[in-house]
């Protein structure tokens, strides 16, 4: 087996730079991966209380590693700490007030596309339980020099399906259409009668990009009838929304090693389905229909009915997780939650770091205190990112560091700008 491995190393070592993944990336040379691991150690000999002994020893023996090897493998507590620092640091989640609570599952002994999808049914389940959702993220193997591990091509786990029609015509997540297309293309079986609300398959690429699919047992996927407590023909609808939204494709980045199949779950907030997936015009775009249900579209003179359709939709899926026993939070509930976690964290002496077009939610916006709240991204790692072409660019292990001296900031900064000028460097 290692041998196999081994050869496989070898040959993969040229096709580095090629690929969806490769592209994802971010480069990091030698001399910022031990940058940044040596921060993520320090910050987590920290948090333990360790000694400088104990750190300067696992100092030495880290950057021997990645001088020797260019990579290091975290102790499941690093790994561990590391996921929950980097779910801290995330400038776009409101829901952060709970990081230290995050269970960890190390999963990075599974390697094979069928054994991940396995683990990742089990992670689901664990989520879900009986409705009570718990916040699990599951970390699968690294990216090591020359050897790219598999990973999540989907989105989340689940995601329902959009089909376009000849005549323009679109049934289910407009979103999921592209996904649809490449899951059908691949041999999935789409249901004979295209519904609303089909579930996709997972899409998985393997170390040499190939695509593996895998259906989603049936009794697998948590899902919750939309209904209104005041009007009933929204349930005629037949909306649904599934319990548990499973991030996949984001890579985890610690101390410089990065994880890009580490999938991550929390629970809802309502306007996420509310305001959003069914809503939005690139989504299912219910609001017209769910207004002539509920009787509000009083047509052109009343410039208001999406406002009054939105509350009243978020009120039926707040009113449905509910009753079905399913954990949801609301807006301003969310929002009450992250100014705690915002006082939290200047009483640790931490800077916070928040995307304020990201958490504003988008439902009685003014109305929640987020949205006065001055916010700034530093972009610090340990973090979550979807590409270094985007989000993933401007991470940085020091930003907001008060300890570091000015010339060691300046000498980041001309690196870093170095690097962005020339990403290929
Ligand atoms: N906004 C995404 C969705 O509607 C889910 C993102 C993660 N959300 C969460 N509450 N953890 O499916």
New binding site residues.
């Given amino acids: 087996m290692l041998g196999f491995w081994r050869t496989h190393a070898a040959r993969r070592d040229h096709v580095q730079g090629a690929g969806p993944l490769a592209h994802r990336l971010r480069r990091l040379s030698l001399l910022d991966r031990l940058d940044e691991a040596h921060a993520f150690l320090k910050l987590f000999a920290h948090a333990q209380g360790g000694t400088r002994s104990s750190f300067q020893k696992r100092w030495a023996e880290v950057r021997r590693a990645l001088i020797k090897d260019g990579h290091y493998d975290h102790t499941p507590e690093e790994l561990a700490y590391g996921a929950k620092v980097a779910w801290r640091n995330h400038a776009r989640c409101i829901?952060r007030l709970y990081w230290d609570s995050l269970i960890v599952r190390d999963r990075r002994h599974v390697t094979d596309p069928a054994a991940i999808f396995g683990d990742l049914c089990d992670h689901l389940e664990q989520a879900t339980g009986d409705g009570r959702i718990r916040s699990i993220i599951s970390v699968y193997p690294p990216v090591r020099p020359g050897v790219r591990p598999t990973y999540i091509e989907s989105p989340?786990l689940v995601r329902y399906a959009g089909y376009l029609a000849k005549d323009g015509h679109v049934i289910g997540d407009r979103k999921a259409i592209e996904a649809t297309r490449i899951a059908h293309s691949l041999g999935w079986a789409q249901p004979e009668q295209p519904g609303p609300f089909d579930i996709l398959p997972v899409m998985l690429r393997d170390g040499d990009e190939r695509r593996h699919l895998f259906e989603l047992p049936a009794g697998a996927v948590r899902e919750v009838p939309i209904s209104h407590p005041d009007h009933p023909a929204l349930a005629e609808l037949g909306l649904r929304w599934y319990a548990v939204?499973v991030?996949s494709d984001m890579i985890l980045t610690i101390g410089g090693i990065e994880y890009p199949c580490a999938p991550f779950?929390?629970?809802?907030?309502c306007t996420?389905?509310g305001s959003?997936?069914l809503a939005d015009r690139g989504r299912y775009n219910l609001l017209p229909e769910i207004a002539r249900s509920f009787g509000l579209y009083a047509g052109p003179s009343d410039a208001l009915w999406q406002d009054t359709t939105l509350t009243e939709i978020n009120r039926a899926v707040l009113h449905s997780f509910k009753a079905a026993g399913v954990s949801m939070i609301d807006h301003h509930g969310a929002s009450d939650q992250f100014m705690q976690f915002h006082a939290r964290e200047s009483a640790a002496g931490r800077r916070l770091s928040a995307d304020w077009a990201w958490l504003v939610p988008p439902q009685a916006s003014s109305a929640c205190e987020v949205f006065h709240l001055d916010m700034e991204d530093l972009h610090t790692v340990p973090n979550f990112y979807r590409s270094r072409a985007s989000d993933g660019a401007r991470l940085m292990p020091h930003n907001g560091n008060k300890d570091r001296s000015r010339l060691s900031k300046a000498i980041d900064d001309v690196r870093r700008w170095a690097r962005l000028r020339h990403p290929h460097a």
């Fill in positions: 829901g989340q939204p991030v779950n929390g629970f809802y907030m996420e389905i959003r997936n």
